[in-house]
């Protein structure tokens, strides 16, 4: 796996100032060198109130071998989910119904608050609703992450709709059952894209996921999660 992986994506905020942030920038400092406690205090009472906070970086490390999903918040892994990726394999080969390796995206996110269990036809939600494990049914269900692949190895994964998406035969989730996409059960797959923003990087590896990642059981949902990330 590419370290570059758990590099941060914001971006770079090393850029010139013009005349009018200059002048802001002074009237600033010399405010601070004449009462620093006070403007230390009045900034923190800004923060505050403006309802702002600091967002973690989420990355997603999916794994063929251990057919696991990891999340991670600023490289430290907060979550796990069982996944399936494809029967057919790894690759990107079109036509070749491989679930592909390597650095991705989410470029698109579909079917937001549609009902658990919605079924999919071309990306748009219907009015057929199924229940876990519906009998002779496998359709695409519930909420759809469009993968997009950063990488020469997965360029292809676009156009061949590889998603991140919910299924109905939960049953199998955990085993390579796929045709290409990655499955997860609906509450998994609601909780994930409630979370995950567009651009977010998705890494799909062949290996086991890292040791570090074995949180068994008691693991926080990810709204919890990220509350918990920005106290100090």
Not at 57 to 85: C, E, H, N, W
Not at 126 to 148: K, Q
Not at 190 to 214: G, Q
Request: overall charge positive.
């Amino acid at each position: 796996m590419t370290s570059t992986f758990f590099q941060s994506n914001r971006p770079n905020s090393n850029r010139q100032s013009g005349p009018v942030s200059e002048g802001l920038a002074k009237s600033v400092r010399a405010l601070a060198c004449r009462n620093g406690a006070v403007f230390l205090a009045l900034v923190m009472v800004a923060l505050l109130f403006s309802g702002c906070e600091v967002v973690p970086q989420q990355k997603i490390l999916i794994s063929a071998a251990d057919q696991k999903m990891a999340i991670y918040r600023d490289g430290v892994p907060i979550r796990t989910f069982r996944v399936s990726t494809s029967k057919f394999g790894l690759g990107d080969r079109p036509g070749s119904y491989a679930t592909p390796l390597g650095l991705l995206r989410v470029k698109k996110k579909i079917g937001d608050n549609v009902k658990e269990g919605t079924v999919f036809k071309g990306r748009e939600p219907t009015r057929e609703v199924l229940s876990v494990d519906a009998p002779g049914r496998d359709p695409i269900v519930t909420r759809i992450l469009w993968l997009e692949g950063l990488e020469d190895a997965n360029k292809n994964a676009f156009k061949r709709y590889i998603y991140i998406h919910g299924t109905p035969e939960e049953r199998n989730i955990g085993r390579p059952v796929s045709y290409g996409c990655i499955r997860m059960r609906s509450r998994d797959i609601v909780e994930l894209f409630d979370d995950t923003e567009l651009n977010t990087r998705i890494f799909i590896t062949s290996r086991p996921l890292p040791k570090n990642t074995a949180m068994g059981d008691r693991q926080a949902p990810l709204s919890q999660s990220r509350k918990s990330s920005n106290v100090e």
